[in-house]
Nanobody, 120 residues
Framework: VQLQASGGGLVEAGGSLRISCEAS????????MGWYRQAPGKQRELVAE???????TYADSVKGRFTISRDNAKNTMYLQMDKLKPEDTAVYYCKANMKRDQWRATQDYWGQGTQVTVSS
């Protein structure tokens, strides 16, 4: 498994949750990483991105509530979600642009997704 997402669950509106995404420890290089989400009947959308240098980008809908971060030593990305709303309910997917090994070109990889449900 190249990307492993974890930490989803059920939380009440106004609550907090942190989800994680670990990229393969054997990857030669991990570049940009990001979180996307897909609610039932909707298209997958970008939530937040972070470069290897720590530059971040957020969707307007989560600015001021969500914080993306990463630990390059662990090839792990986090999404701290505060002040959650029912409309944040979705499957959250992580994506990483990385070079797995010397034989493969750098490319995007997706994690399996983790469910986040916010009750009203």
């Amino acid at each position: 498994v190249q990307l492993q997402a974890s930490g989803g669950g059920l939380v009440e509106a106004g609550g907090s949750l942190r989800i994680s995404c670990e990229a393969s420890r054997t990857a030669i290089r991990v570049n940009d990483m990001g979180w996307y989400r897909q609610a039932p009947g909707k298209q997958r959308e970008l939530v937040a991105e972070i470069s290897s240098g720590g530059q971040t980008t957020y969707a307007d809908s989560v600015k001021g509530r969500f914080t993306i971060s990463r630990d390059n030593a662990k090839n792990t990305m986090y999404l701290q979600m505060d002040k959650l709303k029912p409309e944040d309910t979705a499957v959250y997917y992580c994506k990483a642009n990385m070079k797995r090994d010397q034989w493969r070109a750098t490319q995007d990889y997706w994690g399996q997704g983790t469910q986040v449900t916010v009750s009203s």
